[in-house]
């Protein structure tokens, strides 16, 4: 069973950045997809960025601002956000599949089967 465990959320203002993690257990997250999601409130859940081995995707709305890392020895994955907007606040999932594909080009509208419990951003103004 695989489990994922986020964290670096908080409060942060307009401009900062801020790094969460994904702390994966009971597997490699090699050649796996391994994506970011987040929903703010009274909002569906929309993808923020993906990524297996060469396959990066992310949202228009990323636009250069966030970058996703893998650090298979410590199998974690890392979502760097920059120049973070009140429009940025949600509670931020991590996510991965069963089994070993690439994020592909529905990523951010395909299932994933594993989901950790989110960790909250807020910008403020």
């Known amino acids: 069973q695989v489990q994922l465990v986020e964290s670096g959320g908080g409060l942060v203002q307009a401009g900062d950045s801020l790094m969460l993690s994904c702390a994966a257990s009971?597997?490699?997250?090699?050649?796996?997809?391994m994506g970011w999601f987040r929903q703010a409130p009274e909002k569906g859940r929309e993808g923020v960025i993906c990524?297996?081995?060469?396959?990066?995707r992310s949202a228009e709305f990323v636009d250069g601002r966030f970058t996703i890392s893998v650090d298979n020895a410590n199998n974690t994955v890392y979502l760097q956000m920059s120049s973070l907007k009140p429009d940025d606040t949600a509670v931020y999932t991590c996510?991965?599949?069963?089994?070993?594909?690439?994020?592909?080009?529905?990523?951010?509208?395909?299932?994933?089967?594993?989901w950790g419990q989110g960790t909250q951003v807020t910008v403020s103004l």
């Open positions: 009971g597997r490699t997250l090699s050649n796996y997809a």
């Open positions: 990524i297996s081995g060469s396959d990066k």
């Open positions: 996510a991965t599949d069963l089994i070993p594909q690439l994020c592909g080009s529905t990523w951010n509208v395909r299932s994933f089967d594993y």
